[in-house]
């Protein structure tokens, strides 16, 4: 067997295996949106399979609130779960490593090796904290545009995210028209509404009216775990959809311990929550959080363009937009909503909307109907 | 003119005016559900119009988790606004004080008078704090009873409430089906699905985690306030609709508080939700929120009678169950399921949806096509 056999004897057994992530280090300065300047950045990424001699091969994925560039694989053999799209990208899958060069980074602002509140700021030798600067959507992929260019990509095949995901995806689509080719936003929005503004606010100062959040100054390995919890909890409940949570939990107790008139748990859905939101607080930084959702708040195409169809107006790549049925929280209207502004602007953009029932996270499952639309639209 | 000519003159304008809360004392002991007692209670209650001769032409508002007894009129002419009910009852209103005698008690377990965590107990000249027993809405129905017999009311013309008042009024035709005429349950559930579980677990955890709880023992002009904020503004969010919030809301900045790049108040959103937690704090109490949450978590009709038909089967009354097309915590399926039930029991139940865009909060709100549901209800 030759090594090119050997490649491909791999590849088929569809998946990616061991990845290690890289660290890329802009040595310069970077101007925010807001005006403020960090004199250096780190964005730690992963990538899968090979880039072609074109350098054009290129799939980014962006990811969510809380997810990280850790989306495909495993860090090691021990790993008990692997990263957090890997049922959709690897050798053979719907993002095709056989075919594409998948990369994915930590965004700015972010808790998981890219520069973030928790970094040191050369300056001052201290982690920044909320010296940090404000950080929008179009902050990540500006600095994902200097990480490609770093690697010399000549152009995006694809960018495929869902959430804030999504919206990373439209604002690549409108901010470097000549260098993607193919979007498919997800379970997002143009700009959040009311409610989810709410919800995030809620979600801030549970985290903020933590004493131990102490202005964002906690220690590394401290800080205010109370209030990053409830925000957890309760973002997590506005991810899923009544139908799947009675079909998990409905009003079921825990086994063994169905101990009545107590405030301990007393419902699975209860002991859920605990333990997804100490699962949470061990591997998320609480000052990220509160920059990654006033992130979200800030994202209103139409306010930063004049209007959607402004916004739209430069874009040449192909959009598939895929809503979900159940996200109550970017509903699909929202997501319909973008593909009629791109429509009237003669852009290339279909809606799909797909009737899984998992809520927000629909577009994280397993379904071959979702793999069949990724496939499909990555393989035309 | 004689004084009942000044009555009719008085109640032709349409309020009620001034009133005053009235103590029931109950001296004797009374078992909770949970099998737990209190040596004696007291229920806190309002009462609008007259008791006929027969003392049959009662109308019981039963009150929803946050609410209570001052459900009409004002309690000075300094009031800026009327019990929470105020539009539905009065004379000449839906529930017409002129016909009939309108009675609302705050619940036990309750912080607005009535006896709950907060009050003495007798025994040890101590407040109960969480050594009161648990509460189950059926709970709430028993010690109303009492308190209307000790005003030898002979029988219900109707129970009225939303949410959990809703669920109060279902309890109130099983539990006592001679006794009951007519039923409005709106904007309810038989039974709590997971998310509604979920979001007040959340809450509960707000207040508990909040260092300032302290099992519950805090002194009552003190206690978990932050925590109890949160667990408001989360709550809040599920009682509004997110087309509402659009409307009133949006995207909109506080006047001349526009700055950006803040973790301050950016959307009105956020103040509006700040102002809300403010004034809950100023009148509600924690440990009762968290008494009143597990009682809305405890209600399952199905659980507790074998199924719903079963529990349905006693039901003598006539029914009108109201749900709301925006409302997504207690969602107009559950509504409808509740009447589908009654009817399969042989039950004289009628269900209708209203298009109201409030939220599960549309039962609150001045709706022409409400108050004649109601109207038309008591006058058939």
Redesign the interface.
């Known amino acids: 067997m030759n090594p090119a056999e050997e490649d491909i004897a791999h590849a088929t057994d569809g998946e990616i295996g061991l990845v290690s992530p890289q660290d890329f280090r802009f040595p310069n300065p970077f101007e925010f949106e ?1 005006g ?1 300047s960090i004199p250096e950045f780190t964005l730690r990424y992963e990538s899968y399979g090979r880039l072609n001699a074109a350098r054009d091969n290129v799939v980014l994925v962006a990811h969510a609130l809380t997810g990280d560039h850790h989306c495909a694989g495993v860090h090691s053999l021990h790993d008990r779960k692997p990263g957090w799209w890997n049922s959709l990208i690897g050798p053979g899958k719907p993002i095709d490593t056989n075919r594409f060069f998948v990369l994915c980074a930590n965004c700015i602002g972010g808790c998981q090796g890219s520069t973030g509140p928790k970094s040191i700021n050369p300056a001052t030798g201290q982690p920044y904290n ?1 010296s940090f600067p ?1 950080v929008t959507i179009r902050d990540m992929v500006r600095t994902q545009k200097i990480l490609l260019d770093s690697l010399e990509i000549s152009s995006l095949y694809a960018v495929i995210g869902g959430s804030m995901g999504g919206m990373q995806v439209l604002q690549w689509a409108i901010e470097y028209p000549e260098f993607v080719r193919r979007i498919i936003p997800m379970a997002t929005t143009w ?5 989810a ?3 995030d ?2 979600g ?3 985290i ?2 933590d ?1 131990e959040w102490d202005q964002g100054n906690y220690e590394e390995d401290q800080g205010p775990n ?1 209030g990053l ?2 925000a957890r ?2 973002a997590h ?1 506005t991810y ?3 139908q799947s ?2 079909r ?4 079921k107790r825990p086994e063994g311990k169905g101990k ?4 301990d748990i ?2 699975e ?2 002991s859920y ?2 333990y997804q939101a100490q699962s949470f607080i061990n591997r998320f930084d609480a000052n990220t959080y ?1 920059y990654f959702t ?1 992130a979200l ?2 994202f ?1 195409l139409a ?1 930063a363009y004049g209007s959607l169809d402004e916004a739209f107006k430069s874009i040449q790549c192909k959009a598939l937009s895929i809503g979900f049925t159940s996200d ?1 929280l970017f ?1 699909p209207e929202q997501n319909r909503e973008i593909v009629l502004a791109m429509l009237r602007q003669g852009v290339e953009a279909s809606y799909t909307e797909l009737g899984l029932d998992l809520g927000h996270d629909s577009f994280l499952i397993d379904s071959e109907e979702l793999f069949s639309l990724v496939r499909n639209f990555l393989d035309n």
Request: hydrophobic share 50%; no cysteine.
């Open positions: 807001s403020q909320l404000f700009r959040q509404n009311a409610m503004i709410a919800f606010e809620v801030r100062q549970a903020m009216q004493p109370v919890a409830i909890m309760m409940i899923l959809s009544d949570m009675d998990k939990f409905g009003r009545r008139y107590s405030f007393e419902f859905v209860e929550l605990r509160l006033r708040g800030y209103d306010a109550w509903p």
